[in-house]
């Protein structure tokens, strides 16, 4: 397939995207096809969704814009982690305990998901059992702590605090005054998770186009998706265009803001040094607002996340942003080479609990992770999936939540939400 330069779909220079298993081009879409159901994007959510009903014998048609997991999915810090980006008491405290039951009996779903289909289509994206939360502060470990009693009271039972003397078990670095560990966290490289699950998809009858921006949907009994060169008749459409959807359906993309964090990777290291620096080889994140995460790779880079970004803008130099928050955490990286660094955009909404609704009776949606999405993503697409089917109990409990918009409208909602930011931040730094 050879491609107008315009259209020629791309991957952020990334060490995954140059790490990748699957370098193949998929067609763009020409001409009109049908389906018994759309997917838009071609990320976690998407192709979840897509796998879900391939495998249950639904013809599946994926269009994305640029290349399969060109968004956060494929930019990721990788990281595995349990749960929501609201815990289980808050979402009580909000939505009463009946709807946290419903959302904490699937908040471990997401994990088993991914295992399960790293398995059964034996997919080459390095998982890693075990991760690990750094608090900095006494506070940040009672709040870990009242997290673990609650998160236990929901059934999970992988979490064990982790005192400051044990820390070096798991993190070589005097920064954090302990921690907790998650044994059914872990981490992956997302670019291949996404490629191998896509890979899955096509084996089992499913059509995927990259190149192929959706510029268009009508909805109706049959709606149609159109892009500029071809168009989609289907049954059904599921939108999961996330933080990359903008300007298409602006009625849900004014309830998310699209945030960046940036990622970095170093040069491969000595593999004692990578060794003796992550010894139990589990990821980690910090307990901050706006936090670190990091990682090693199979070839022994360290990959160090953070960073923020409201409306999804960049800084100007990467690097400068990151490598000195790695050099708080490992000094003794100092001359250690940066050999990538990208950003990537993941979709916030005002309250950090993802959205999932329908537009119209045959146009469903889902998005908003709010920067914890490897393990939610897997689960609302497989949900996704089950509404199409005519199952949509867990679809319905999600849909019942508020989808709010963001306070100060379009042109407010980003220095609104940065000074909130901002305000939380300072708490961290002040230890408070
Ligand atoms: C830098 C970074 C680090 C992160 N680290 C972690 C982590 O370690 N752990 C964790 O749990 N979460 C992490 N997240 C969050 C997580 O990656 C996301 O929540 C998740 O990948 C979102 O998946 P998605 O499929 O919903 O969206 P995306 O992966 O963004 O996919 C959306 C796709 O839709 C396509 N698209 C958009 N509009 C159109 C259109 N009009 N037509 C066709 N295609 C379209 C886009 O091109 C894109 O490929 C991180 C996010 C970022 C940005």
Redesign the pocket.
């Known amino acids: 397939m050879t491609y107008k330069t315009s259209d020629n779909p791309r991957h952020a220079n990334s060490w995954y995207a140059a790490s990748a298993n699957d370098k193949r081009v998929r067609p763009q879409l020409q001409g009109e096809i049908e389906a018994d159901v759309c997917v838009?994007?071609?990320?976690?959510?998407?192709i979840s969704a897509a796998l879900e009903l391939c495998e249950r014998g639904y013809s599946v048609v994926v269009?994305?814009?640029?290349r399969i997991?060109?968004?956060?999915?494929?930019?990721?810090?990788?990281?595995?982690?349990n749960g929501y980006s609201r815990d289980l008491q808050t979402i009580a405290g909000r939505y009463g305990s009946d709807k946290a039951v419903k959302l904490g009996a699937m908040s471990l779903e997401g994990g088993e998901i991914i295992r399960n289909r790293v398995a059964t289509y034996k997919i080459d994206c390095g998982l890693v059992q075990g991760g690990f939360f750094a608090a900095f502060t006494e506070k940040q470990v009672r709040e870990m702590a009242a997290h673990k009693a609650n998160w236990e009271k929901y059934g999970h039972s992988g979490l064990e605090m982790v005192g400051k003397d044990e820390v070096s078990r798991y993190v070589k670095t005097d920064r954090y005054a302990g921690g907790m560990i998650d044994r059914l966290g872990g981490h992956i490289h997302?670019l291949n998770l996404v490629l191998g699950e896509a890979a899955a998809v096509e084996s089992l009858g499913g059509r995927i186009f990259e190149g192929?921006?959706?510029t268009g949907v009508e909805t109706g009994e049959r709606p149609l998706v159109r892009t500029a060169e071809g168009s989609v008749r289907a049954n059904y459409v599921l939108v999961?265009?996330?933080?990359?959807?903008s300007p298409?359906l602006p009625e849900i993309h004014g309830r998310m803001m699209p945030v960046?964090?940036?990622?970095m990777a170093t040069e491969p290291l000595d593999a004692e040094l990578a060794e003796s620096l992550l010894p139990a080889n589990y990821c980690v994140e910090d307990a901050n607002y706006i936090l670190d995460?990091y990682r090693r790779t199979a070839d022994n880079r360290l990959l160090y996340?953070g960073g923020i970004g409201y409306g999804g803008h960049d800084p100007k130099d990467l690097t400068s942003v990151i490598r000195p928050n790695m050099l708080k955490t490992f000094p003794q990286l100092k001359d250690v080479r940066i050999d990538y660094a990208w950003?990537?955009?993941?979709?916030l909404t005002l309250t950090r609990i993802p959205h999932m609704g329908k537009i119209s009776e045959t146009v469903f949606f889902s998005?908003g992770?709010s920067?914890?999405?490897?393990?939610?993503?897997h689960l609302l697409g497989k949900i996704l999936g089950e509404a199409v089917a005519g199952h949509a109990e867990r679809f319905d409990v999600w849909a019942s939540l508020p989808n709010l918009p963001f306070p100060g409208g379009r042109a407010l909602r980003v220095p609104l939400t940065a000074l909130g930011a901002w305000w939380y931040g300072m708490r961290d730094r002040l230890g408070l």
């Open positions: 838009i994007g071609a990320g976690f959510t998407g269009l994305e814009a640029e997991g060109f968004g956060a999915s494929g930019r990721n810090g990788g990281q595995i982690v997302p192929s921006r959706v999961c265009g996330n933080a990359y959807l298409l960046s964090s940036q990622v995460y996340g950003s990537g955009n993941f979709a998005h992770d920067g914890h999405g490897v393990t939610t993503t």
